[in-house]
């Protein structure tokens, strides 16, 4: 049986939230890699929160998709053919590109990666770009010292756990905030946070409680209410890791000010010596991933870090799986297996 | 005839902006160092805006002045007497203390001067605590680069002055935002901006006008409108230095949030990458004292940082002076010629 290539494209650009008719599912003829590139098979596809931005022609730090074009996104699969040298058919590799089965793609983003390791979709989440963004954004910004207090929002999403679960190696005392009791027990259960905040109760009241000496370094993934409650409880020189305010990507969609909420009223920065910063893991992480990759096996080997994913199966259901993504529908790492 | 001293007590609490009967006007004997103090005999006394958060009893960097005590502030002077060593009569000095003319310190934050090198007032200023918070904010945080735009509000202040100066020698388009026409004429005119903007009138337009390539660093001096004009003109990867926000003082002085206006959406603070980051130069500034003296006394030399003084003669118009400071009265350093 002849296989085709199965792919997800953006119809339209989405009013608010997305919806299932902003997408479009077609079946083509399998491309042919040209000189220098590689035919991947992708074996998982990553849906990740940052793709909303995407879709939107607003002005951004990446170029928007196209309408008509395919859905951008990270996969993970194997090599089908090559006219690359360094790789060859039977490899599995991260990087393949796109929301579908077949992308040919060029090498230099590519990464060979050895499925004795890991379970291959690990390598889209704590693995991954997600697990890379915990990282890099710690590293260059958080600096979590030992005895400090950090605060995780989304704690139980793909970046969000692994935040915090370094956090936890780094001797801090963390303190997640998710939706529902189902994700605050898991992420004390399972992930080892200290405490977990359910958004949906009293934030004031939970956060006096969990961090009575305030919050040192707080992780941002989700702006609107949640910040307005953890910002004036920074401490000095505490830490604002901007790594995304999904609350607001279909108030907002990458612009300035049209519809979005105000922010905190800016004083406390200069009493306070806070720093804010904002970072794209893509800017300065792919370069580190080996770095990242070696450390972070070593974590997972030694049971120092664990993660959950949320299985979608088969790649026609993945628009109805990132439309519930944005509303907080998933529970862990969300990823698709491409059928 | 026997000198007394002369001191401004802080009398009570301002409720909002201060007022003369906010100070107490006495005169006491001369002090007698005890073993290991200095006895200075003060010159000139700077008054600077961050004095306006130690008449407060909110929570803040540094302790407030107690009711009844003498106000803060730093002055140049001479040794009058010394039971420390390293200090002898005669000496001239940076770092007496308080509103008063005669004060007992301690050695550790006295620094003597040479005379011959610039006009004693001028360690008050361009070489003194706004000239240092001016080099230590942009070497830490604002980082300009050869051809970047630079934005500093209260341009023709004394920190704002000294850090559109560097901005030039650095090598950037520097734009200074002041009240009114003949601040902004000397900013472009003597202090040699590219440009100066006049906050009474449309900021947004002049902004467009002067900055059609965006902003890179934001010197934050003031707050308010002209905080929420800059920020969106903010390009990718700039850099907001909060030094102040004296615009908010007298609404919310040093409080979180009673009474002060919110803030933009921090939404591109990811997307630009954005760092916004405050500090208060005694955390790191003094041990660089030495340091920033001996650069800035080279351009100084070399004509490439010029400076302004509002010169007040008379310890007891101290107050009104400090006033008329949060109301943008006073144009350049403002300074007390000490009777």
Known sequence: MAETNLQILLRRRPQGAPVPEDFEIVETPVPE??????????RWLSLDPYMRGRMSDAKSY???VE?????????????????????AP???????????????????????????????????????MPGLTAWVGLE??????????MVVSAASGA?????????KIRGCKVVGIAGGRKKCDFVTGELGFDACLDHHEDLDAQLDKACPEGIDVYWENVGGPVQAAVFPRLNDFGRMVMCGMIAQYNIAPGADASGAPPGPNLGPVVRKRLRIQGFIVS?????????????????????????REDVVEGLRNAPDAFIGLLQGR?????????D
């Open 90 to 128: 039977g490899d599995t590799v991260l990087g393949g590109y796109g929301w579908q089965r077949f992308s040919c793609v060029q090498p230099a983003r590519l990464f060979r990666i050895d499925p004795q390791e890991a379970p291959l979709s690990a390598s889209l989440g704590v693995l991954g």
């Open 62 to 64: 990446a170029k928007p």
């Open 330 to 338: 998933n529970f862990g790492k969300l990823v698709v297996k491409v």
């Open 159 to 167: 970046v969000g756990q692994v935040v915090g679960q370094i956090g």
């Open 283 to 307: 800017d300065t992480g792919w370069p580190r991933y080996p770095e990242f990759r070696r450390q972070m096996l070593g974590w997972l080997r030694e049971g120092r870090v664990r993660w």
């Open 33 to 42: 890699p040209a000189e220098g590139e590689v035919l991947v098979r992708a």
């Open 67 to 87: 309408i008509g074009a395919v859905m951008e996104g990270q996969t993970a699969g194997e090599v089908v053919a090559s006219r690359a040298p360094g790789f």
């Open 140 to 149: 260059d910004i958080g600096q979590p010292k030992a005895g400090e207090t």
